[in-house]
């Protein structure tokens, strides 16, 4: 087998694997997300459902306004969502 060849089907098993991969995490149901932007969305949902609020109570960021995750800004003592605000309502929905 050539090297040509090799590499042809060294990249072609990478790619069906990491594309296995990432199908079954996002097919899977549990709560893992593929990026920082949908863990949000659900964090945001399941809190909305829970509580009514968007508003997410956090003791540090009263003190580090800075301190808080990709898509989320400090108020405040609070964390709140930032992006498409509508998918954590319908979300929440569901």
């Known amino acids: 087998m050539g090297s040509r060849t090799r590499a042809m089907l060294l990249f072609t098993s990478v790619t069906l694997l990491l594309g296995a991969g990432f199908f079954a995490l996002s097919v899977s149901g549990g709560g893992v997300f593929l990026s920082p ?4 969305v659900a964090v945001a949902a399941r809190f909305l459902g829970e509580h009514g609020t968007f508003r997410i109570a956090e ?14 800004v400090s108020t405040g003592d609070a964390m709140v969502p930032v992006g498409f605000l509508g998918m954590p309502f319908l979300m929440a929905g569901i």
């Open 59 to 72: 003791p540090l960021v009263s003190d580090h306004s800075w301190l808080h995750p990709r898509s989320f």
């Open 37 to 40: 932007d949908e863990t949000a």
